[in-house]
């Protein structure tokens, strides 16, 4: 957040804070009436103002003070809801002709009261590099936050694909029937019991031409 203060013996000043939240990506600006003046501390007070405008702006907005800050030039602000509207603009503060910052101006009406409430704060040229600085870091965070948010939709995306393809090394593999291969085993040792004798006797059959495949 960035806060800027511009209190006045005429108790006619203001003060502005810019904030940005990462969370949601959303930057509000709020812009209150001084309420007092302590002569003694040269301070003021903005405690418990009634008058007090907060408004929400985009990106692209967000970009739009930026060229403002950049090109030196006036930006119009319009904003519409059902509770009313805020207008306003941001450009060049003129002194006697000479330009010595900037200057923020906010005018907002209330659709059921028809309350008005205008604002405006004025912003040096120190103070103009520093809300600038602030703006870019903006732009950066969320710049940051959208690019982690593509990189891990990509990798979802990737995934599910992997996900979705058949392994083909196992296809087309002959099933091997366990009971089968039991079977042999048991042949085996059955042939391996038997003595001598029966072994050169089923030899011996097995051997034998069968006469009902000979061909005469």
Known sequence: MLQIYKPNPKVTGSCCSFKYNGYNDTFFIEMLKQTGWDDQKKRGSFKGSQTKIVSKFNINEVAAMIDVLNRNVEWKIFHS??????SGTFRPYLRNDQQVG???ALFQKNSDTGEQK???IGLNYAESELLKEFL???????SIKAIK???????KKWQEQQNEKVP???HGAPKEDWNDWSNVSNNSKQG???????NNQNNQNNNSPDDDNWDF
């Open 102 to 104: 900037y200057s923020l």
């Open 81 to 86: 809801s059902p509770k009313g509207t805020t």
């Open 192 to 198: 391996s019991q038997q003595s001598p004798q029966q």
């Open 118 to 120: 205008n604002i405006v």
């Open 136 to 142: 870019r870091t903006c732009i950066h965070q969320y």
């Open 149 to 155: 948010e593509q990189e891990k939709y990509a990798q």
């Open 168 to 170: 083909q090394e196992n």
